[in-house]
């Protein structure tokens, strides 16, 4: 019989995730990861990753008949996410901690640990489906059939050993299904709201977070214009987004934008609409699912810079030291340094990385 370990985070996708496991013949172990302390950060329980949670998570393995873990990983979260969060703001990115802590402790940290109990499969609840590619051997990362719960853009980072121990059982159903199966079998939390926030950021707040991570108030500096004109006074680079309009106290006879921001002069430099476009973007730490194409040699694709966004046609080519660049055929609105760009060839993915910057 083969092992799986579920990574339960004490939500319904996760705790389905763990019935279907069962229900088709693994030996299951659920585990939920222990990631950061509550009063630690000033969350509470309205966030995801906490104390209500883990007991969600417990009771739920406790109704399924499987045994129930706390794995502490506190450290490697501090270390590959918090910390990565908070550096990328300093360096005038914005930065995505959900991929981080696929890749870093899900997808890496977790499944180590379970190979090394002897277990086959990491198992979670993921909106995402894994295909072995029988022509060319290899295993695919595809689309969930439910497009708007469809979460591939973050998984990206997987590599081929990764996908061939690890499963998404619900990347085959529905959120509505999902509900209705957990309804049918008295799961406690088949009801249960979803979070929207970071978990280790309480209420969104995260400007907030960051000030008191680093124990002290964000740095105000200058807004200024394309010229380097100083236009007024911002309230901290973290403050602001790429594409931002509202909240910036700054009075104009056309509506602006936050069009850049540059962490060595700590300047936030506000366009017109028009500023916001660009046909090109260049990405590291690129990982590529399918096979990685030859050098300079462009692939016909398509791209998305955001999670919500809908892909676009685009080309892709590596450069040098690894960075590939995504020409689009359309210009594009908002591209985010420190964001990802993920490529697809129908519903497959074909690999992603990091924001550099926009051309």
């Not at 990574?7 to 990861?33: H, I, N, Q």
């Not at 090109?280 to 990685?292: G, H, Q, T, V």
Request: charged letters at 25%; glycine letters at 6%.
């Amino acid at each position: 019989m083969q092992k799986a370990m579920i990574a339960m985070s004490g939500g319904v996708d996760s705790s389905v995730a763990a019935l279907l496991m069962k229900e088709r013949g693994y030996d299951c172990v659920g585990v939920t990861m222990k990631l950061f302390s509550n009063d630690k950060i000033g969350s509470d329980d309205s966030t995801c990753c906490s104390l209500k949670d883990t007991d969600d998570a417990r009771g739920v393995a406790w109704s399924l008949e499987i045994p129930h873990y706390v794995f502490n990983f506190q450290d490697d979260f501090d270390r590959h996410v918090i910390k990565r969060f908070v550096e990328s703001y300093q360096r005038g990115k914005t930065p995505n901690p959900c991929i981080d802590c696929n890749k870093y402790l899900k997808f890496e940290r977790l499944l180590s640990r379970a190979l090394q109990m002897e277990y086959d499969f990491v198992v979670t609840g993921h909106y995402a489906k894994i295909e072995w590619n029988e022509n060319e051997s290899r295993f695919s990362l595809k689309k969930a059939n439910d497009a708007a719960k469809d979460q591939s853009y973050f998984l990206y980072s997987l590599t081929q050993e990764q996908l061939s121990h690890v499963m998404f059982p619900v990347g085959e159903l529905f959120k509505a299904e999902v509900r209705e199966i957990a309804a049918r079998h008295g799961l406690l939390n088949a009801k249960k709201r979803e979070s929207q926030d970071i978990c280790f950021v309480p209420n969104g707040k995260y400007t907030a977070f960051l000030e008191r991570f680093n124990g002290e108030a964000l740095s105000r500096g200058d807004f200024t214009d394309s010229l380097g004109n100083v236009l007024g006074r911002h309230k901290g680079q973290a403050c602001y987004t790429i594409g931002q309009r509202k909240g910036l106290g700054i009075s104009s006879a056309h509506p602006l934008y936050v069009v850049r921001k540059n962490s060595d002069e700590n300047t936030v430099t506000l366009g017109i609409e028009q500023e916001l476009y660009s046909k090109s973007l260049n990405a590291n730490d690129f990982n590529w699912i399918r096979p990685e194409p030859e050098a300079h040699l462009p692939i016909r694709i398509k791209a998305k810079t955001r999670y919500r966004q809908i892909e676009q046609s685009a080309t892709a080519e590596r450069l040098e030291d690894g960075v590939v660049r995504v020409t689009f055929d359309e210009s594009q609105r908002a591209i985010t340094p420190g964001q990802a760009v993920v490529l697809y060839k129908d519903d497959e993915v074909v690999g992603g990385g990091t924001i550099i910057c926009s051309l």
